[in-house]
């Protein structure tokens, strides 16, 4: 059975600075890996999808990376800003289940101080 | 295009009262998903329809909840009876297709659920 998690929980940094988020899941046979956003009281937003064909996904200052051998995805923000601060939630679509629904980690909040 | 659209956005209820949700996804998109986040996790799917089948029921608490996608456009779950522990947020979301390689899921904005 596919879990996700993520660490860490909770990150705190100053305005500018780069971050790096980590995701690690058990089951290498995905579909994809997604990274979404959560702002609070608001639902999901795409931020980039990775096939399990592929290695990283870039839009503006987010990359994220995978490495389905060892099991883990990473997204880096560069020059964090404010506008920034939300929970960012990673998901597996694993191949060995009846249908495509996502697997979620519980998610990393963070808050850029400015 | 119009995003997924849920209603209503929230709701209070007391134990034991049913509620109903209910989804339209992206226009022409076939695969239509249910997740239940509770507070400080992830979604957790509650049932898969494509078209107007349902895919994934295995974790939908079948005594108590019920979904349907009739036309295999918009989609209704339903909650009879409550329990304190179904206070969450009920998630909608939709695949172009199958939701398989390179496809992104895309949600609405939830709706909101405390039972008291």
């Known amino acids: 059975k596919q879990e996700v998690t993520q660490i860490p929980a909770a990150l705190s940094v100053p305005e500018g600075e780069n971050l790096v988020l980590n995701c690690s899941f058990t089951?290498?046979?995905?579909?994809?890996l997604q990274w979404f956003r959560q702002d609070p009281g608001k639902g999901l937003t795409s931020l980039l999808l990775?096939?399990?064909?592929?290695r990283e996904q870039t839009s503006g200052r987010l990359n994220a990376s995978l490495d389905k051998s060892s099991g883990r995805s990473t997204l880096y923000i560069a020059a964090s800003q404010p506008g920034d601060s939300a929970t960012y939630l990673c998901?597996?679509?694993?191949?060995?289940?009846?249908?495509?629904?996502?697997?979620f980690g519980k998610g990393t909040t963070l808050s850029v101080s400015s | 295009e119009a995003g997924v659209a849920q209603s209503p956005r929230y709701k209070i209820i007391e134990k034991r009262q049913s509620v109903a949700f209910w989804c339209n996804p992206i226009?022409?998109?076939?695969?239509l998903y249910w997740y239940q986040q509770i507070l400080g996790q992830g979604p957790k799917l509650l049932i898969q329809f494509q078209n107007n089948g349902v895919v994934d029921d295995s974790q939908l608490p079948k005594d108590r909840f019920s979904a349907e996608r009739l036309k295999g456009v918009d989609s209704t779950l339903k909650i009879q009876p409550a329990k304190l522990e179904d206070s969450a947020v009920y998630l909608c979301?939709?695949?172009?297709?199958?939701?398989?390689?390179?496809?992104?899921?895309?949600f609405g904005p939830g709706t909101r659920l405390l039972v008291l």
């Open positions: 998901a597996a679509s694993p191949q060995n289940q009846a249908g495509t629904a996502l697997i």
């Open positions: 089951d290498s046979a995905i579909y994809n």
């Open positions: 979301a939709s695949n172009k297709t199958s939701g398989g390689p390179g496809e992104t899921q895309y």
């Open positions: 226009s022409g998109h076939a695969t």
């Open positions: 990775i096939q399990s064909s592929q």
